[in-house]
């Protein structure tokens, strides 16, 4: 599995349409994610930032990660993401395990 962070912003209509109406975001947030086989970890809304709402999700790869991003872009209430793939403290001590593995094998130019 994989770590993804979604910062998305909403057009302002998809604002208007959150704000006035009793949709849950979060839920159908999670059913996406789900349906991909992963899991979302946290749904936050952001104050003062260039998005408006931060997803974390657990997904088993980067292809189902972009699937379910495309669906949420394409419905047309996403004005604009960024994605921040993330990682683990164990994924960290297992990329140093693999620096001190290959470190030997690289020749800087020169």
């Known amino acids: 599995m994989a770590l993804f962070m979604l910062m998305m912003k ?4 998809a604002v208007k349409s959150i704000v006035e109406g009793d949709t849950d975001r979060e839920a159908v947030a ?3 994610c789900e349906a991909a086989g992963g899991k979302m970890i946290g749904f936050y809304g952001l104050v003062g930032q260039e998005h408006h709402v931060a997803i974390i999700a657990d997904m088993p ?9 495309l669906v949420a872009t394409m419905g047309g209430a996403i004005e604009s993401f960024k994605t921040i793939p993330m990682y683990s403290n ?12 290959v470190k030997s094998a690289y020749a800087p130019p020169g």
């Open 30 to 32: 999670a059913k996406v």
């Open 61 to 69: 790869s980067v292809s189902e990660y972009i699937g379910t991003v």
């Open 10 to 13: 909403y057009t302002p209509d």
């Open 90 to 101: 164990a994924e960290m001590h297992k990329a140093r395990d693999t620096y001190k593995k």
